[in-house]
């Protein structure tokens, strides 16, 4: 290890710095993701059944993977954020390395993700309504 311990921190507040940026941004895609997701849905149920039901169901459940595809790389960057706290005071490895895949193995995979209890609720509820709405439109007329 080449660096001071004063220069590994200042790389540690540079590190966490750009790592709360990306989480973020993350979390940033996943809200705007939630509001794309219901303004659809609102379409769809304003608009009647039929092919635009199918199209907003299936609109629906990409919105869903990506929110949840979202949410897993939300949570590798806190993993990453973790370790660069634990970590960088005693050790100069993966200085300035954001890239967080090294941690996937330890977490949920983005289809686990999509079915946890928040998203699962979430956009599950929303896929119902959608689905029942069609049906009952489907027998109206």
Do not use: C, H
Not at 27 to 40: D, E, P, Q, T, Y
Not at 90 to 97: G, P
Not at 111 to 133: K, P
């Amino acid at each position: 290890m080449g660096y001071t311990r004063e220069e590994l921190k200042a790389f540690l507040l540079k590190e966490v710095e750009l790592i709360q940026g990306v989480i973020r941004r993350m979390a940033m895609n996943s809200f705007l993701i939630k509001g794309f997701a219901v303004l659809v849905s609102v379409v769809v149920l304003l608009g009647g059944a039929g092919v635009l039901g199918l199209a907003g169901g299936i609109l629906l459940l990409a919105f869903w993977f990506l929110d949840a595809y979202f949410l897993w790389q939300e949570r590798l960057y806190r993993r990453l954020y973790n370790w660069v706290i634990r970590n960088r005071l005693k050790t100069d490895e993966y200085l300035f390395d954001l890239n967080a895949y090294r941690f996937r193995g330890e977490e949920q995979s983005p289809v686990r993700i999509m079915f946890s209890l928040t998203l699962g609720w979430f956009y599950g509820a929303v896929l119902v309504l959608l689905l029942v709405y069609s049906v009952f439109m489907f027998w109206q007329g």
